[in-house]
């Protein structure tokens, strides 16, 4: 069923120094650097390469590390910036190429090694990256080596205190840095400590006023809390630094949708989606706000595009298929959608109530009923989903089974949407 997850989550998203999401790879001071003194345009060049991965630039980025890296094939850093951009592409051979090259140039420098560790993590060697970061770590204690170890806990490794742990070394070397407060905060949240994650991120925004980000996770945490004047609070002075924030117009989005107000929503999510290129998850939300405001039409080509933008984006094809059955069109193509999102997320009860609920649209009950309960076995048990299950077996004639669904549907949630309609079926069956 078309169902916006609008919560808003500490996941990987939030993570500061992922190789997927990071900063660039993070350069050593020169006196912590081997004797070489890069070429003064070769450096210039760099300066140019870090600033294109920061708007999000990877052409200009490539460019400008390829035209450092030729002035100065011993300067490290251009081969770096080069494998980090592989990575954001998701171009591991090449990544490992250039990571190579910098390693011929200086294989014991400290941000090198966190390459390797970047490498290793994008290749799902997680072990690997742990003892490459440990041995970073080993060469000298730095903040970035802690953040990426830290990250790797958390995100890959599911280990929470490890995670904290490292964080507090960062903090502990750099007690004014910021992004190393940030990653202390996601600890501590990640850790159910939520008093001192807000105090860690209320320093980050005393410590860079001017940073949209800490304005950002703190608007986020404060949502988490049900916080939501000051949430946003925290978004508005986060748009108010960088108007087209799109993961800030996101967020704003979210916390529009934790309290229903889907106009809102849809406005925020529009407002992101009109900023750069198109991603298939944003789309999908603005949908579902569009879908929830009544703008079918509108909804229906949010859902289009996000499968044009990612041909395997499950929530689309599921929704795409709600959106039709709810509008009796095109129940064919809609169970073709249904189908994609189940082959695509097996075992999601939600995908699986679509596709039941398709099943019984086109006349095929027999499917429909092993569809829903199949659905009906995926914790934690749903009210609606046993609804439609009773509905169909109704359907089928077996006012046995019916029942039994009905009154697990209302014993699950007495007030769910279709709880009126579930009383009448039962008192229609003497129940």
């Not at 990877?58 to 980090?84: H, I, N, T, Y």
């Amino acid at each position: 069923m078309g169902r916006l997850a609008a919560c808003l989550l500490w996941g990987l998203a939030f993570l500061l120094p992922a190789y997927a999401t990071a900063s660039p790879l993070p350069v050593l001071p020169a006196a912590q650097k081997a004797a070489h003194h890069p070429d003064a345009a070769a450096q210039s060049e760099f300066r140019k390469g870090i600033a294109a991965v920061v708007k999000g630039d990877l052409p200009a980025a490539e460019a400008a590390f390829q035209s450092a890296a030729a002035l100065d094939p011993k300067f490290v850093d251009p081969w770096l910036g080069l494998a980090d951009v592989a990575l954001r592409r998701g171009h591991k051979t090449d990544a490992e190429r250039w990571l190579r090259r910098a390693s011929a140039v200086d294989p014991d420098a400290q941000p090198v090694l966190i390459g390797w560790a970047r490498y290793d993590r994008a290749t799902q060697q997680y072990a690997a990256a742990e003892r490459v970061l440990k041995q970073a770590l080993a060469i000298k204690p730095t903040v970035p080596a802690y953040l990426e170890l830290g990250d790797l806990y958390i995100a890959d490794l599911d280990d929470k205190a490890k995670a904290l742990t490292a964080f507090e070394h960062a903090v502990a070397l750099a007690p004014r840095n910021a992004p190393a407060h940030r990653a202390l905060a996601i600890g501590l949240a990640t850790n159910g400590q939520t008093t001192r994650a807000l105090q860690e991120l209320q320093l980050v925004t005393r410590l860079q006023p001017k940073d949209p980000e800490g304005w950002r996770l703190l608007g986020r945490l404060y949502a988490e809390q049900g916080r939501f004047r000051d949430a946003g609070n925290a978004f508005d002075h986060a748009l108010d630094l960088k108007p087209d924030d799109i993961p800030v117009l996101m967020d704003k989005g979210d916390l529009a949708a934790m309290q229903g107000d889907w106009k809102k929503a849809a406005k925020s999510y529009g407002a992101a989606a009109a900023q750069g290129p198109a991603i298939a998850p944003l789309l999908v939300k603005l949908g579902t706000s569009l879908e929830h405001s009544q703008q079918f039409d509108e909804a229906r080509a949010a859902y289009l595009r996000a499968v044009e933008v990612d041909p395997v984006a499950p929530d689309a094809y599921n929704n795409l298929a709600w959106l039709s059955l709810q509008r009796r069109t095109d129940l064919r193509q809609a169970l073709r959608w249904a189908q994609k999102a189940v082959r695509l997320a097996p075992g999601r009860a939600d995908f699986l109530d679509t596709l039941g609920w398709t099943y019984r649209a086109v006349g095929d009950l027999p499917k429909a009923a092993a569809t829903l309960l199949e659905a009906s076995a995926v914790p934690p048990p749903d009210a609606r989903i046993y609804y439609h299950l009773g509905a169909v077996y109704a359907e089928l004639g077996k006012r046995s089974e019916a029942a039994k669904a009905l009154q697990r549907a209302l014993a699950i949630n007495p007030g769910f949407a279709e709880a009126a309609d579930a009383r009448r079926r039962l008192a229609s069956m003497g129940h």
